[in-house]
């Protein structure tokens, strides 16, 4: 049959595009987190193994968001599927402790020096909601610092819009967190010791200062020599917790997570993200005699239906336990990301820096690699979309923001590292 001229015009909807239209109707926006309402549609993905994603479209592509930043092994690692599947044969959730907890709890401690103890809950964000009101709980003292920027998930106190007024009060985020809530939330520049020097020095009211050590949600943004250090010091002089969020870091740089491979000691930290092996895990961890006033042992409540959950509880374990047999692949992956950084140098013509640490990796559309989050919001986010489009067209998922790290799996070789070069060479030319 010949078209009329009209539908020879009209493409057809791709599945996603169908699909989109109905979610819109049911979820706000579309989706079930924001990040993911990619323009002018979110490709919806079918299935997934190793390092490609399958689109409901039929595409396949290189995943390089990996859930942004669990699937450390890549996509339905079968040592995980494993686990996770015994588990399922035994039950899913009992409303009682599991020996699975302590299998856990002692994998984490075993890891990390600055970790005694720790409470399993189910997100990032419970882990960082829980830590703050520990600290607070334990010092007595109300207000807390983030750095400006920092993400460390999705509750009224981190909420706290990075205002030019960095050291004043805080300034809500969103619509529906109190500002009287927000005026507990100070937040400094990462990168910059003496202000939050001079924060703490002005401020008796300060439980703790809550810091990604390398901030994994703009970039990768590095700490300068000596930053982590620093804080360090200022904050123990200030009688401040110190808390790491190592959401991402954890186990992303090093077994040890950020802490190790800087060699500092904080007070608390959270975890998330890696150590559930792509299950929904929170962790919040830290010294013995701070981690005692949770309850049912101390008077800072906690509690959860899901806190220690069977399946994730199973994929954790099995997850560091694999991590542990297979360390050296850490510094196979500092090498690959290597690699694109030397790819990237060697293009002409194009004036933004590649960062990068581990497995996590970014190019930035500015000409030097930023310090801090004002630093980040100078990058060119037009070239940035292009360059996500152009990566799309090329089958490689990188997420779709400026201000999201890119990460690579275990499950990424020769190839993918390949298939990436080739990707920036085409879209930077
Ligand atoms: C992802 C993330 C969180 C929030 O974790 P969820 O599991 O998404 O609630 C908190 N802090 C950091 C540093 C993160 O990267």
């Known amino acids: 049959m010949i078209p009329t001229p009209n539908e020879a015009v009209t493409p057809a909807k791709t599945r996603s595009e169908e699909l989109f239209e109905i979610a819109k109707t049911l979820l706000p926006g579309g989706v079930s987190s924001p990040v993911r309402a990619i323009k002018p549609y979110p490709f ?76 399993f809950c189910s997100s990032g964000s419970e882990a960082t909601m829980a830590a703050l009101r520990l600290a607070r709980g334990y010092t007595g003292k109300s207000d807390i610092v983030k750095v400006a920027g920092g993400f460390h998930g999705a509750h009224d106190a981190v909420l706290i819009k990075a205002g030019s007024g960095a050291t ?48 994994a949600n703009i970039g990768p943004i590095l700490p300068k020599p000596g930053y982590l250090k620093d804080i360090r010091e200022i904050t123990a002089a200030h009688d401040v917790l110190l808390i790491f969020d190592e959401v991402i870091t954890g186990y992303r740089i090093g077994r040890s997570g950020a802490q190790g491979y800087y060699g500092i000691r904080p007070d608390l930290t959270t975890l998330g993200k890696i150590v559930g092996g792509g299950l929904p895990l929170g962790v919040f961890s830290g010294k013995r005699e701070i981690m005692e006033c949770t309850s049912p042992q101390g008077p800072v409540y906690n509690a959860g239906t899901f806190n220690g959950h069977p399946l994730s509880m199973a994929a954790g374990i099995a997850t560091l336990n694999w991590i542990f047999e297979h360390e050296t692949m ?100």
């Open 44 to 119: 919806y993905v079918d299935c997934a193994k190793g390092a490609y994603l399958k689109t409901a479209d039929g595409k396949t592509l290189l995943d390089c968001c990996l859930g942004y930043g669990p699937l450390l092994l890549g996509h339905a690692h079968p040592t995980i599927q494993e686990a996770i599947s015994q588990q399922l044969e035994k039950g899913w959730l009992y409303g009682t402790p599991t020996e699975l907890e302590i299998e856990l709890a002692k994998l984490i401690t075993r890891d990390y020096t600055s970790i005694d103890m720790v409470r």
């Open 168 to 215: 004043t009060m805080g300034i809500p985020d969103s619509a529906g967190v109190l500002s009287d809530v927000a005026s507990h939330t100070h937040s400094v520049a990462y990168n910059d010791a003496e202000e939050l020097e001079t924060l703490l020095s002005k401020n008796a009211d300060i439980a703790a200062f809550i810091i990604e050590p390398i901030m």
């Open 330 to 429: 850490y510094s196979t992956l500092a090498g690959y990301t290597q690699v694109i950084a030397d790819t990237i140098a060697d293009i002409k013509g194009h004036s933004g820096t590649f960062v990068s640490i581990g497995s996590l990796f970014k190019y930035f559309f500015r000409e030097k690699a930023p310090q801090n989050y004002f630093d980040a919001k100078e990058c060119n986010t037009d070239a940035f979309l292009e360059l996500y489009m152009h990566m799309n067209k090329n089958e490689i998922f990188i997420p779709p923001s400026q201000f999201e790290t890119n990460f690579l799996s275990f499950a990424h070789a020769e190839d993918e590292i390949e298939k990436i070069c080739v990707g920036y060479e085409t879209a930077l030319k």
